[in-house]
């Protein structure tokens, strides 16, 4: 075969060749692409306010110690329950996880035991593990320490003008009461809402890249903190054993679980289960 023929037939099966894989890729782009295991691991990731004393800047008055606040907390586990976890996932240093578990078992032995200072673990995590009958309980919690005032302590910054109107909205926001003025289960609703959580990560981080000077980059270096943190955390949730029969319940501050909602959209081990269904 004279070389032009070789050049000719190399060219045509090239064209073949981009042909195939064009229209593959316009038919089945998520067969090409790397994405969740043929199986996934539940989870049912739930933002919540810390109901104990706090010491975060935005947190929710609730007297943890009321009866009628008590047996609303457990109104709404008994939904959660209903997804039937067999692991329950909470935001408490793990090294405090055998102390965690002592006192959960304590708790599915006597329900009426009383707490001194009762957080959402010992009054909504407890109760949905009780009804659930979920034997697994571990802490994913991570300390790391930013300034999110940091806008305080520098100037001029050369885009202040978004920052300060981005912080208006939420001081409008704030200022509106829309919080305390629902109900304790709708305000779980708005809590676990995609809307709140983009608010969530762009008040405690995100809206921080806005904050800098000239040559440096001040609030980005803040807001990489608490990123760093959430990925900790996240870090800590993949080291602990989970069988593919699991269902995961994760209960954790609504900033927390709107990093993790990033996480687990985009991790081939675990499927995220919307929490709205279950708060119906």
């Known amino acids: 075969m004279s070389t032009s023929k070789n050049i000719q037939l190399k060219q045509v099966l090239l064209m073949l060749a981009l042909f195939t894989f064009t229209r593959t890729a316009a038919q089945k782009p998520k067969e090409l692409i790397p994405g969740k295991f043929p199986q996934t691991i539940p989870v049912l990731n739930m933002g919540t306010f810390h109901m104990s004393f706090t010491t975060d800047d935005h947190s929710y008055e609730f007297d943890e110690h009321s009866k009628e606040n008590k047996r609303q907390v457990h109104e709404i586990a008994k939904k959660i329950a209903k997804f039937k976890p067999t692991v329950i996932i909470v935001e408490m240093l793990p090294k405090y996880d055998a102390g965690l578990l002592q006192e959960y078992q304590a708790y599915l ?16 995590a407890y ?14 919690d991570y300390r790391e320490s930013y300034n999110y ?38 305000f779980f609703r708005l809590m676990n809402s995609p809307a709140y959580f983009d608010f969530m990560i762009n008040i405690n981080a995100d809206i921080l890249t806005h904050v800098a000077t000239e040559d440096k ?44 909602n990033d996480f687990m959209r985009r991790s081939p081990k675990y499927k ?7 708060l119906r």
């Open 109 to 124: 032995k006597n329900p009426e035991m009383t707490f001194k200072q009762p957080s959402e673990i010992e009054l909504l």
């Open 217 to 260: 980059a001040q609030g980005a270096d803040e807001a990489a903190k608490y990123y760093h943190r959430n990925l900790v955390m996240y870090s800590n949730l993949n080291k602990i054993p989970l069988k593919k029969e699991d269902r995961v319940f994760i209960l954790m501050g609504a900033s927390h679980t709107a990093y993790f």
């Open 272 to 278: 995220l289960v919307n929490v709205l269904d279950y």
């Open 149 to 186: 005032n940091i806008v305080e302590k520098i100037s001029p910054i050369p885009d202040s003008a978004t920052y300060l109107q981005y912080a208006a909205m939420a001081e409008k926001y704030e200022t509106a009461g829309v919080e305390k003025k629902l109900s304790l289960i709708n």
């Open 127 to 140: 109760e949905v593990g009780r009804l659930s009958g979920t034997q697994k309980i571990y802490g994913i």
